[in-house]
């Protein structure tokens, strides 16, 4: 037999003698494996899908929406240094009636070239056929809407065209990479149910429009490469005259910055939560090997002395490590690849994506297996080196007997708060501060897990309330189309059902700061704003001067401007010319990057009379099927938006994957506890089982002696769990710098149920394990380990 | 391979005296560490009584034998066994914090003579120093019974009289019914009885006329 041979079967016989512990270690890996794996397969195939998706359908990269200008402005546009196609469409946003739906719902209508997709922002046919352009009434409709209202070919649904009620027949359903996110313009949730896009053929749209040889909207493609910043102001510059509300980037298209923040999102993930498995699993497998050089000294010294190499003794316990992290490693491999296939479904379901094409990602593989494998060796290196630094005569010697000292808490002179066994268990951690202090890190890292996983839930459900509830209170906003007078609130009072009515002037801006510059809108909210209010982060109202802007937070940060100074705002409705404004107050905000004045100044500032983008109801519940009815056939309402029913889809949709999501979080994280405490525990059996079974002997019982062992973890769980919050809280505030979009920002909110439910993981992890060993200890013969010199 | 069943102690049949002295000699495996774990209430013969007074320490429950151990009997190990991680009076104290009517911890390691050495861990003490504590902490809650498994086998010979002196004293002074268990001949002459045990058998029992003070004992 080889020396190889007899040192495996020694290898086999201790991992199995240990496998629990081996188990619990090779889990760690494994779920850290898995996540690593399923997240940057992922994010991998996201990415691809979206390129393709992009560049299949030719989705555009600089997109403006004008008044109206005339069709030979095109040759102009296409001037543009870098412009490699445009596109030029008409657009319109409609009240529709859906059959089957209460409310009234909005949909956007464009324009394609008669018979085909137009050459940019591609649509894909999903099913049906192309609108026939010999029909005036034919649409193509989006599938997400098609299927939210489970709607047929061959449906119809009215639309308020132009103030003329018209039928609109459904002959195919599309998608489009224009709408992966389908978002209402205005709105910041997403609902299917009341906010459709739809293709007609462009003559119809012209005719209903009076758009005849002009477009409002214009997509452009560029050269790779291309000035990006140049273009947006060449093409401003050409179109500000035709009322232009400022050329964008596809950054803040509203569909590709929602994909765009999803991706990034998932990025954290695939790097955060594996580190902090394998790091786990590297200080498992550091305590484990060290206990297990440490009661092998003799072994260790008799296979030197028979002649085995220094190196045939590192690898034999290396392979220890090695064997066990490869277990997890394959296990998780191949847990991670399937979760991927599964999730890269669901994720293309969501996203409607065109065309589903998934392959296991092999870089990601070969990393993780890279990654683990240092992981092994990292947390074997201290115990491989120790045994191979031991001379064979010392080891032949006992060991130093373990040395106590003094409890910190002790020296301190607080000894008379702490019993004999309170004090026995601190001295033990002290003993080995180290690794008490990576016993604490790993069962925090599991109630951080824990608490990472509920603040997106918590911090969402915090952020829907802030906005749509405390800050606006409104249950129905109308947006009049075309602006409309202080009549038409009038009108509005005299609705069924509407208690209370706030008008309001909306107009799009560019707020400049020295070299910053941002594209949004001036909200002029009347003095009373009982319906709509500007609050600070108390949830306290705060005030709108008759002169200057409140900016909301966001915009003010992206500014760089605080109040008392001031900003330049060009209006972009086509007129000349900029003003100079003072920032007067800033607002709380975690949705919309808003500024706000009072009305009067607003108008006055646009030498208008009073006219009204738009107004907010107050609307008594049971009266809502009569103003529903009213609002689908007043022809002067442009669109209507339900706040409830939308948060309600919002809600429902989120509260859905919140439970799967916590789901894996608690798995995960039980997975964590569970292996370091139970190592934890096994190692400090091994170490004090004569000392255990002594105080059997002298006539302790056997919950006393459980006691002073998992007392230990008591201790350690108890010191975990604050520490555990700490780094949670930390790594979510990281997650909130690091995450802020034009749409949302994430409040720093978690919910006090969210610290005790990871607490509560952390403890039954302890409990468990706790029981575990007790077993385990209760199966020790009393005798035998008293005859055994240590 | 079937289990065969190992007869450790046959035909045992053996009255300890209170307050009496006695020395278990026999090579290994004749049974007497067997007998001492019987007596200790750590094991229970498969067949016959064993009373402690009025307990069949055969029939008790475990509760029970936890219960004698607590209260009755002090346990000297070969190798000390002392909590690494209390000093000197915590070890003892560990034990007269769970039973009535103990001796104080300072009065029992007076007795070991190691008062002065009480906030020591174990490991600044010597092997004889150890077991030494190891007493303190047996007599401290004044057993009726002190049982001791080779309490001088890790020791050298001076530090071995020194703990026989020892547990002579305590013998004497509290009148504890001791045994030790021993390899060594000689130890027999301090007992009042010698108990010579071979094949799990009583193959003899010697009555000393008188018991040889320790420091008399030569090896």
């Given at each position: 037999?080889?020396?190889?041979?007899?040192?495996?079967?020694?290898?086999?016989r201790?991992?199995?003698?240990?496998?629990?512990?081996?188990?619990?270690i090779?889990?760690?890996?494994?779920?850290?494996?898995?996540?690593?794996?399923?997240?940057?397969?992922?994010?991998?195939?996201?990415?691809?899908?979206?390129?393709?998706?992009?560049?299949?359908?030719?989705?555009?990269?600089?997109?403006?929406?004008?008044?109206?200008?005339?069709?030979?402005?095109?040759?102009?546009?296409?001037?543009?240094?870098g412009?490699?196609?445009?596109?030029?469409?008409?657009?319109?946003?409609?009240?529709?009636?859906v059959?089957?739906?209460?409310?009234?719902?909005?949909?956007?209508?464009?324009?394609?070239?008669?018979?085909?997709?137009?050459?940019l922002?591609?649509?894909h046919?999903?099913?049906?056929?192309?609108?026939?352009?010999?029909?005036?009434?034919?649409?193509?409709?989006s599938?997400?809407?098609?299927?939210?209202?489970?709607?047929?070919?061959?449906?119809?649904?009215?639309?308020?065209?132009?103030?003329?009620?018209?039928?609109?027949?459904?002959?195919?359903?599309?998608l489009?990479?224009?709408?992966?996110?389908?978002?209402?313009?205005?709105?910041?949730?997403?609902?299917?149910?009341?906010?459709?896009?739809?293709?007609?053929p462009?003559?119809?749209?012209?005719?209903?429009f009076n758009?005849?040889?002009?477009f409002?909207?214009?997509?452009?493609?560029?050269?790779?490469?291309?000035?990006?910043?140049?273009?947006?102001?060449?093409?401003?510059?050409?179109?500000?005259?035709?009322?232009?509300?400022?050329?964008?980037?596809?950054?803040?298209?509203?569909?590709?910055?929602?994909?765009d923040?999803?991706?990034?999102?998932?990025?954290?993930?695939?790097?955060?939560?594996?580190?902090?498995?394998?790091?786990?699993?590297?200080?498992?497998?550091n305590?484990?090997?060290?206990?297990?050089?440490q009661?092998?000294?003799?072994?260790?010294?008799?296979?030197?002395?028979?002649?085995?190499?220094?190196?045939t003794?590192?690898?034999?316990?290396?392979?220890?490590?090695?064997?066990?992290?490869a277990?997890?490693?394959?296990?998780?491999?191949l847990?991670?690849?399937r979760?991927?296939?599964?999730?890269?479904?669901?994720?293309?379901?969501f996203?409607?994506?065109?065309?589903?094409?998934?392959?296991?990602?092999?870089?990601?593989?070969?990393?993780?297996?890279?990654?683990?494998?240092?992981?092994?060796v990292?947390?074997?290196?201290?115990?491989?080196?120790?045994?191979?630094?031991?001379?064979?005569?010392e080891?032949?010697?006992?060991?130093?007997?373990?040395?106590?000292?003094?409890?910190v808490v002790?020296?301190?002179?607080?000894?008379?708060?702490?019993p004999?066994?309170?004090?026995?268990?601190?001295?033990?951690?002290?003993?080995?501060?180290?690794?008490?202090?990576?016993?604490?890190?790993?069962?925090?890292?599991?109630?951080?897990?824990?608490?990472?996983?509920?603040?997106?839930?918590?911090?969402?459900?915090?952020?829907?309330?802030?906005?749509?509830?405390?800050?606006?209170?409104?249950?129905?906003q109308?947006?009049?189309?075309?602006?409309?007078?202080?009549?038409?609130?009038h009108?509005?009072?005299?609705?069924?059902?509407?208690?209370?009515?706030?008008?309001?002037?909306?107009?799009?801006?560019?707020?400049?700061?020295?070299?910053?510059?941002?594209?949004?809108?001036?909200?002029?909210l009347?003095?009373?704003?009982?319906?709509?209010?500007l609050?600070?982060?108390?949830?306290?109202?705060?005030r709108?001067?008759p002169?200057?802007?409140?900016?909301?937070?966001?915009?003010?940060?992206?500014?760089?401007v605080?109040?008392?100074?001031r900003?330049?705002?060009?209006?972009?409705?086509?007129?000349?010319?900029?003003?100079?404004?003072?920032v007067?107050?800033?607002?709380?905000?975690?949705?919309?990057?808003?500024?706000?004045?009072?009305?009067?100044?607003?108008?006055?500032?646009?030498?208008?009379?009073?006219a009204?983008?738009?107004a907010?109801?107050?609307?008594?519940?049971?009266?809502?099927?009569?103003?529903?009815?009213?609002?689908?056939?007043?022809?002067?309402?442009?669109?209507?938006?339900?706040?409830?029913?939308?948060?309600e889809?919002?809600?429902?949709?989120?509260?859905e994957?919140?439970?799967?999501?916590?789901?894996?979080?608690?798995?995960?994280?039980?997975?964590?506890?569970?292996g370091?405490?139970?190592?934890?525990?096994?190692?400090?059996?091994?170490?004090?089982?004569?000392?255990?079974?002594?105080?059997?002997?002298?006539?302790?019982?056997?919950?006393e002696?459980?006691?002073?062992?998992?007392?230990?973890?008591?201790?350690?769980?108890?010191?975990?769990i604050?520490?555990?919050?700490?780094?949670?809280?930390?790594?979510?505030?990281a997650?909130?710098?690091?995450?802020?979009?034009?749409?949302?920002?994430?409040?720093?909110?978690?919910?006090?149920?969210?610290y005790?439910?990871?607490?509560?993981?952390?403890?039954?992890?302890?409990?468990?394990?706790?029981?575990?060993?007790?077993?385990?200890l209760?199966?020790i013969?009393?005798?035998?380990?008293?005859?055994i010199?240590? | 391979?079937?289990e065969?069943a190992?007869?450790?102690?046959?035909?045992?049949?053996?009255?300890?005296?209170?307050?009496?002295?006695?020395?278990?000699?026999?090579?290994?495996?004749?049974?007497?560490?067997?007998?001492l774990?019987i007596?200790?209430?750590?094991?229970?013969?498969?067949?016959?009584?064993?009373?402690?007074?009025?307990?069949?320490?055969?029939?008790?429950?475990?509760?029970?034998?936890?219960?004698?151990?607590?209260?009755?009997?002090?346990?000297?190990?070969?190798?000390?066994?002392?909590?690494?991680?209390?000093?000197?009076?915590?070890?003892?104290?560990l034990?007269?914090?769970?039973?009535?009517?103990?001796?104080?911890p300072?009065?029992?390691?007076?007795?070991?003579?190691?008062?002065?050495?009480?906030?020591?861990?174990?490991?600044q003490?010597?092997?004889?120093?150890?077991?030494?504590?190891?007493?303190?902490?047996?007599?401290?809650?004044?057993?009726?019974?002190?049982?001791?498994?080779?309490?001088?086998?890790?020791?050298?010979?001076?530090?071995?009289?020194?703990?026989?002196?020892?547990?002579?004293?305590i013998?004497?002074?509290?009148g504890?019914?001791?045994?030790?268990i021993?390899?060594?001949?000689?130890?027999?002459?301090?007992?009042?009885?010698?108990?010579?045990?071979r094949d799990?058998?009583?193959?003899?029992?010697?009555?000393?006329?008188?018991?040889?003070?320790?420091?008399?004992?030569?090896?």
């Open positions: 037999m080889t020396q190889g041979s007899v040192l495996t079967r020694k290898l086999v201790e991992l199995w003698a240990t496998k629990g512990q081996a188990l619990a090779a889990a760690v890996v494994a779920a850290g494996v898995a996540v690593f794996v399923m997240s940057t397969s992922i994010l991998q195939f996201l990415r691809d899908t979206r390129d393709t998706y992009y560049d299949r359908y030719r989705f555009a990269h600089v997109f403006a929406q004008l008044r109206r200008a005339p069709r030979t402005l095109e040759p102009q546009i296409a001037a543009i240094d412009v490699t196609m445009v596109d030029t469409r008409v657009v319109a946003d409609v009240t529709i009636d059959p089957g739906l209460e409310e009234p719902a909005a949909a956007r209508l464009i324009s394609i070239p008669s018979g085909r997709p137009p050459r922002n591609a649509y046919l999903r099913r049906g056929r192309q609108p026939d352009p010999a029909h005036g009434d034919e649409v193509l409709v599938e997400a809407f098609y299927e939210a209202n489970r709607l047929q070919l061959g449906d119809s649904i009215a639309a308020i065209i132009n103030g003329r009620y018209q039928r609109l027949r459904i002959v195919g359903v599309a489009s990479p224009e709408y992966v996110f389908q978002i209402r313009p205005g709105a910041l949730l997403p609902d299917d149910r009341r906010f459709g896009v739809m293709w007609m462009r003559q119809h749209l012209e005719a209903a758009m005849e040889g002009a409002n909207d214009v997509a452009l493609r560029l050269q790779p490469g291309s000035n990006y910043e140049e273009v947006l102001d060449r093409l401003d510059l050409l179109l500000k005259r035709y009322g232009c509300t400022g050329a964008y980037g596809r950054e803040d298209q509203i569909s590709a910055s929602f994909l923040d999803e991706i990034q999102q998932l990025r954290g993930m695939a790097i955060i939560a594996p580190m902090i498995f394998l790091g786990v699993a590297a200080f498992l497998l305590v484990i090997l060290s206990r297990r050089v009661t092998q000294r003799e072994i260790i010294a008799a296979l030197k002395a028979f002649g085995f190499g220094n190196s003794i590192a690898m034999h316990y290396l392979a220890t490590a090695v064997w066990i992290t277990v997890g490693a394959v296990v998780g491999t847990a991670g690849s979760l991927a296939v599964g999730l890269a479904q669901l994720y293309s379901e996203y409607r994506f065109p065309h589903f094409e998934f392959h296991p990602d092999l870089r990601s593989i070969a990393a993780a297996s890279l990654v683990s494998l240092a992981a092994a990292g947390g074997a290196g201290r115990a491989v080196w120790q045994a191979v630094r031991l001379m064979p005569a080891a032949m010697r006992p060991p130093t007997p373990a040395r106590y000292h003094r409890s002790e020296v301190l002179g607080l000894s008379w708060l702490f004999l066994p309170l004090r026995m268990i601190l001295r033990h951690l002290q003993r080995r501060p180290l690794n008490s202090l990576f016993s604490v890190l790993g069962i925090a890292a599991a109630v951080a897990v824990l608490l990472m996983g509920n603040f997106s839930p918590d911090a969402i459900h915090y952020l829907l309330n802030f906005q749509f509830e405390v800050a606006q209170r409104h249950d129905v109308v947006v009049f189309e075309p602006l409309a007078s202080h009549a038409a609130i009108e509005l009072k005299s609705l069924p059902g509407v208690q209370y009515v706030e008008g309001f002037r909306s107009v799009p801006v560019h707020i400049r700061r020295g070299h910053r510059k941002h594209r949004t809108a001036i909200m002029g009347g003095r009373e704003r009982r319906l709509y209010r609050l600070n982060a108390h949830e306290r109202p705060i709108l001067p002169e200057g802007l409140v900016l909301s937070d966001a915009l003010a940060k992206r500014l760089r605080s109040a008392g100074e900003v330049e705002v060009e209006i972009l409705d086509g007129r000349p010319g900029t003003y100079i404004l003072p007067v107050g800033v607002a709380q905000e975690y949705a919309g990057m808003n500024a706000y004045a009072d009305i009067d100044a607003l108008h006055r500032l646009l030498q208008e009379d009073a009204l983008t738009g907010w109801l107050q609307v008594d519940s049971l009266a809502n099927r009569q103003l529903y009815q009213h609002l689908k056939h007043t022809p002067r309402v442009g669109s209507v938006a339900i706040k409830k029913a939308t948060m889809q919002f809600k429902a949709t989120i509260a994957n919140v439970l799967t999501m916590q789901a894996f979080n608690v798995l995960f994280a039980a997975i964590i506890a569970i370091v405490i139970y190592n934890t525990a096994r190692i400090s059996l091994d170490e004090r089982a004569r000392e255990l079974m002594t105080l059997r002997v002298i006539g302790f019982s056997r919950w002696t459980s006691a002073m062992l998992l007392g230990e973890l008591a201790v350690l769980t108890c010191i975990a604050p520490v555990g919050w700490a780094v949670g809280y930390s790594f979510c505030y997650m909130v710098q690091g995450f802020a979009s034009e749409q949302f920002r994430i409040p720093l909110v978690i919910h006090p149920d969210s005790l439910q990871s607490a509560a993981v952390a403890a039954t992890a302890a409990i468990v394990s706790g029981w575990i060993v007790h077993r385990r209760e199966q013969d009393l005798v035998e380990v008293l005859k010199r240590e | 391979m079937g065969v190992v007869h450790a102690l046959r035909g045992i049949d053996l009255e300890v005296r209170h307050g009496e002295f006695l020395v278990l000699l026999g090579p290994s495996g004749s049974g007497k560490s067997t007998l774990n007596i200790g209430g750590l094991d229970r013969p498969t067949t016959g009584q064993v009373f402690f007074k009025q307990l069949d320490l055969a029939a008790a429950s475990d509760r029970q034998l936890t219960l004698y151990r607590r209260r009755s009997v002090g346990f000297v190990f070969q190798f000390y066994n002392l909590i690494p991680s209390l000093t000197a009076l915590e070890n003892v104290a034990v007269t914090e769970v039973v009535d009517d103990p001796m104080r300072e009065e029992a390691l007076e007795m070991v003579g190691l008062l002065d050495r009480k906030d020591h861990f174990p490991a003490l010597s092997g004889g120093q150890q077991q030494r504590v190891a007493i303190a902490r047996a007599i401290a809650k004044r057993p009726e019974v002190l049982l001791c498994d080779e309490p001088t086998g890790a020791l050298d010979a001076a530090t071995g009289v020194t703990v026989l002196q020892t547990i002579d004293r013998n004497r002074q509290l504890t019914t001791t045994m030790i021993t390899h060594n001949a000689a130890i027999g002459a301090m007992a009042d009885r010698i108990l010579h045990m799990g058998q009583i193959a003899a029992l010697e009555n000393n006329a008188s018991r040889k003070p320790p420091e008399e004992i030569q090896w």
